[in-house]
DNA sequence: GCAAGGTC
């Protein structure tokens, strides 16, 4: 019989069906294995990673097991997906070939490598060989197939050897920070190579907007009028004061239009949706985990393509007609005539060739789908007709005006044709008005304003925007941003949305910087990738990239101060309690924990100020202040329903005048 | 109970 093995459930029942053409399914231990009409040949589908690699269960003490036994510990491979393994030596036994069929990159390959131990372990003997496919179209199976080529051996090394060095540097530096900082069990402290340097962006950033000194700037604006009246502001950003009012005072009755120019402007359409920019846009009304799992969802019932890709460029294989007719008979009727009118296909800049950008591949309607579902399908679908839909035409006005030697400018833009913006609601269409003007012409000047600003600091990352920010350093994969993101939250890390750094995750960082500063920074993974290239030509060997981790760390666990790197972490902890200063004493005021949870002075037993707290619900400190009194803002997260925001002192005076004003009445 | 990477 000859075996055939692919990543996924999914694509094993597409390649039988597009290799054999007539598919009888058999479910072996629950598993769907794809045979062909004469029973000679079967396909099927593994989860991903069906093996984990792991330290052995003589490791799993935290507190008993000396870090540097981690180092060069001989690790396990603990199989994941007990019931696909066990359908796969039963179709081993009878196999005389197999071909590994796994996605064409470097995780498919170790992936394909794992079943292949499997299948060696029951058949040693067993022919193997490899198809690579980059797309699931008939045409490119059936060239993978009649082209099968050898597994390669070092591509599946350079994967594992990417496994090993994540393990041992995550469970070193985890362990230690956690061991040292007392955060055992399920608070306990992570670290990574990949979110580590996505953690430490977020910390950076927060300590710039911490450290921002606002500097004053002044700008003026003035209110002209021909027949119609505009405002125009004038075009310096002024530093002193005093040039700002020289110029302010300068500026007459009248002016004159210097410059005047109407034209149109053609805006592209969006570019196809790849996961990132899938994400973000999502991210628009849902957080990323959230958004990922739905999209899993819908792909899974059939609604629409794999989620998880890097390209947004559509393949010429992909007909794209087909599907916007299918709307036509939808909701999207409107939309979908739209996008048929011009049928020109918008692309990005990244092109790959191993999954579509994310479309819709069947129509469904409200009924079929929950309310949150029906979002992320309506988003993909408009999203798809808008990449084909005719381009937006603005009517753009701009001027220039010379105030007593003093110049203004003003835009206005007008939408001449909507375009792909009709199907693409998600960003609005703006307009701003400009009259009509002409070079030469006086205009009056109505009122001028001299308005003080102050710069700002920058603005917090987002969701979305980490998300792009990982992509953009290579940190990560599609699959995997958005679950790290979510880790960074559960560990504690962070919270809200714009992200925001606990106290806990400045002390990490800086505890990482000082002692192993390379596993905070994407340079690590960059390194990882250039040895793991190496690997893979032959030139460089699994021993000796991992002998070289185990030596850093090593190195890392002679000089580290474990009491003095816990000594930071835990203050870190406890600045993470504080809310506010005490008004009674001035000392800092915390949260407690005693029978239940409550605000108490550290000033205690000196000082007996409280203030309550209500009990249930997951309590946060976030970043705002009360403008009041200047205590930190407090966040509820109730198990189930929305979270609330409130100042504990506010509500607490609240309370008591409340009662006072009902005791009295 | 550690990571990151597949997949659900």
């Known amino acids: 019989m000859w075996l055939i093995v692919t990543e996924k459930d999914n694509t094993a029942r597409r390649i039988a069906s597009i290799l054999f053409g007539s598919v009888s399914t058999k479910k072996i231990n629950g598993i769907n294995v794809y045979y062909s009409k004469d029973g000679d040949s079967a396909v099927v589908g593994l989860k991903g990673h069906i093996v984990e690699l792991d330290y052995p269960k003589e490791y799993n003490n935290w507190s ?69 496919y980059s797309a699931i179209t008939p045409s490119e199976i059936r060239n993978a197939f009649k082209n099968r080529t050898e597994v390669n051996y070092n591509l599946a090394k350079a994967a594992e050897t990417r496994q090993i060095v994540d393990l041992m540097w995550g469970a070193v530096l985890t362990r230690l920070i956690s ?7 399920k608070d306990f402290l992570s670290v990574g190579r990949v979110q580590s340097p996505t953690l430490r962006f977020i910390v950076e950033r927060e300590k710039e907007i911490r450290e921002f000194v606002p500097t004053p700037y002044w700008e003026i604006t003035a209110v002209f009028k021909n027949s119609e009246k505009f405002e125009a502001k004038h075009v310096k950003r002024f530093l002193k004061k005093e040039e700002a009012e020289k110029a302010f005072a300068r500026i007459g009755r009248e002016a004159t239009v ?54 947004t460029v559509y393949p010429k294989s992909l007909n794209l007609k087909a599907i916007v007719k299918q709307f036509l008979n939808s909701e999207f009727r409107k939309e979908a005539e739209i996008a048929l009118s011009h049928m020109k296909p918008s692309r990005g800049k990244r092109e790959t060739k191993d999954h579509p950008p994310i ?115 290579n940190l990560g994969t599609k699959s995997t941003r958005h679950e790290i993101l979510k880790k960074l939250y559960t560990r504690g890390y962070v919270r809200g949305n714009p992200i925001t750094p606990t106290e806990i995750a400045f002390a990490v ?29 032959g030139r460089l060997d699994q021993k000796e990239v991992v002998e070289e981790s185990a030596r850093f760390l090593e190195n890392v666990l002679e000089k580290v101060d474990a009491e ?61 202040k009360c403008d009041k009194h200047g205590m930190s803002i407090l966040r509820i997260r109730p198990s189930k329903g929305k979270s609330w925001t409130f100042c504990p002192y506010c509500s607490y005076l609240e309370w008591k005048e409340r009662g006072r004003q009902d005791s009295s009445g």
Not at 179 to 185: D, N, P
């Open 258 to 311: 210097r410059k005047f120019v109407e034209k149109e402007v053609v805006e592209g359409r969006p570019i196809p949706f790849n996961t990132t920019e899938f994400l973000r846009e999502a991210g628009k009304f849902m957080p990323p985990d959230r958004a990922m799992s739905i999209a899993e969802n819908l792909y899974m019932n059939g609604y629409i393509s794999y989620p998880r890709t890097d390209n």
């Open 359 to 473: 479309h819709p591949v069947a129509v469904a309607s409200r009924n079929d789908l929950s309310k949150d579902e029906w979002r992320i399908y309506e988003l993909v679908v408009r999203r798809f007709l808008a990449t084909l839909s005719p381009e937006a035409i603005w009517a753009v006005r701009q001027v220039e005006i010379d105030a007593n030697g003093e110049v203004f400018k003003a835009s206005g833009r007008q939408i001449v044709r909507m375009g792909w913006r009709e199907v693409y609601t998600y960003v609005k269409t703006e307009e701003t008005h400009l009259p009509k003007l002409e070079v030469g012409q006086v205009l009056q000047v109505l009122s001028k304003k001299l308005h003080e600003k102050k710069t700002k600091p920058p603005g917090r990352y987002t969701m979305s925007s980490i998300i792009k920010l990982m992509e953009k350093h």
């Open 509 to 537: 960082i800086d505890a990482l910087k000082k002692e192993a500063e390379v596993i905070t920074l994407p340079d690590m993974t960059a390194k990882l990738e250039q040895d793991m290239d190496r690997i893979e030509e």
């Open 64 to 132: 008993k097991v000396p870090l540097k036994s981690l180092l060069r510990a001989r690790l396990v491979k603990r199989v994941k997906e007990r019931r696909i393994a066990q359908t796969l030596e039963k179709l081993a036994k009878e196999a005389d070939r197999v071909t590994i069929a796994t996605d064409y990159d470097r995780e498919g390959e170790l992936i394909g490598f794992e079943a292949l131990e499997i299948i060696r372990r029951v058949n040693p003997k067993v022919r193997v060989d490899r198809a690579k």
């Open 564 to 624: 003095e790197l816990g000594k930071v972490i835990r203050e870190g902890i406890k600045r993470d309690r504080v809310v506010g200063m005490c008004p009674e004493c001035g000392k800092e005021l915390e949260i407690r924990k005693a029978k239940g949870r409550f605000i108490g002075c550290t000033g205690y037993p000196e000082c007996r100020f409280t203030l309550p707290l209500p009990q249930k619900g997951r309590l946060e400190v976030t970043a705002k």
């Open 179 to 185: 061991l040292s900082s007392g955060r055992m069990g």
